[in-house]
């Protein structure tokens, strides 16, 4: 018999101008999810004219970070020299492996004349084999990313693997991240192949397992086995998950690592300026907090 899912609600952040982010992983009830550690649900807001996000240049170590938009744009620079515009159906993936720099901010198009933003940001823990890879970024397009459908659902791969497909998104351990939209009464199964996974309801309703999952929430579970998901309404919802993670991981404002070491490592080489600039974003930084 497979595992009762449990519900996660997250801890709201108001940013500023409307923006608000829900934290949803970690949380006392589920630190990771396969190889998820971390996954913020952005918005929905809407920016006036001449308002935007300004996410200064920082670093992170040990993790992959990816961006999916529901609505709106985010330019992505990095210390590879990377710079991508990242709109609604595409995938920026950074692999941060031994160390990082990257800024998120506005385009000026969407700055200028005011915009709406809406999406997921998400953390991907590698394995600790990888963890000190050298960095890499990918951006893919829409057309790149597998399609999938079934009776009342379509369903886009954003990475990994899932129902016989693979997406082209290079990733180091098995896991599968699906956005899916869902007529009402339509029914989806859950990939096979992964013991832990993961529903968080973007807009509309769903149950699984007799939990009533309505938007901005979650719900996860680990087990070989997993009853399949029901939409009450038209729904969007992200799914994801994988296999376990091969061991714990400590998290650190962007740091992500098997060692306590290794983030007190990461802290005095941020903080002695030790990691690369960003091009095109050299002038601002945020500095090393002191918790």
């Known amino acids: 018999m ?20 829900r934290r949803l992983l970690p949380v006392l009830q589920a630190r990771h999810v396969g190889p998820f550690v971390f996954y913020d649900h952005m918005g929905p807001a809407s920016f006036a004219p001449g308002k935007g996000i300004d996410v200064r240049p920082h670093p992170h170590i040990g993790l992959a970070t990816v961006t999916w938009l529901f609505d709106g744009a ?10 991508a515009d990242i709109r609604p159906g595409e995938v920026n993936w950074m692999t941060s492996g031994r160390g990082i720099v990257h800024s998120e901010r506005t385009p000026p198009d969407e700055r200028r004349d005011g915009h709406a933003l809406h999406g ?19 951006h893919h397009d829409a057309d790149q990313l597998p399609l999938i459908a079934f009776e009342g659902a379509s369903l886009v791969l954003v990475a990994g693997t899932a129902y016989g497909k693979r997406s082209p ?3 180091f351990a098995p896991m599968f991240l699906i956005q899916a939209h869902l007529r009402a009464g339509a029914v989806l199964e859950w990939p096979v192949e992964h013991t832990e996974r993961g529903l968080h309801v973007v807009e509309g309703n769903v149950q699984w397992e007799g939990l009533d999952i309505g938007p901005a929430r979650m719900a996860v579970q680990a ?15 992200i799914l994801f998950g ?22 007190e490592e990461a802290k005095r080489d941020w903080a002695g300026g030790r990691f690369p600039r960003v091009p095109g974003d ?9 918790r």
């Open 74 to 83: 985010i330019r992505h620079r990095d210390s590879l020299g990377s710079l």
């Open 242 to 263: 994988g296999a376990p993670l091969d061991g714990e991981r400590h998290l650190w404002w962007n740091f992500v690592a098997s060692s306590r070491e290794r983030i």
């Open 169 to 171: 998104v290079k990733i």
């Open 223 to 237: 087990g070989a086995n997993a009853s399949p998901l029901k939409a009450v309404s038209d729904a969007r919802v």
């Open 120 to 138: 997921v940001q998400i953390w991907v823990a590698l394995p600790q084999a990888d963890a000190e890879i050298a960095p890499e970024f990918h």
């Open 282 to 290: 050299e002038e601002e930084f945020i500095p090393l907090p002191e």
């Open 2 to 21: 497979e595992a009762q899912p449990i519900l996660v609600d997250g801890r709201q952040h108001d940013l500023g101008d409307g923006f608000v982010v």
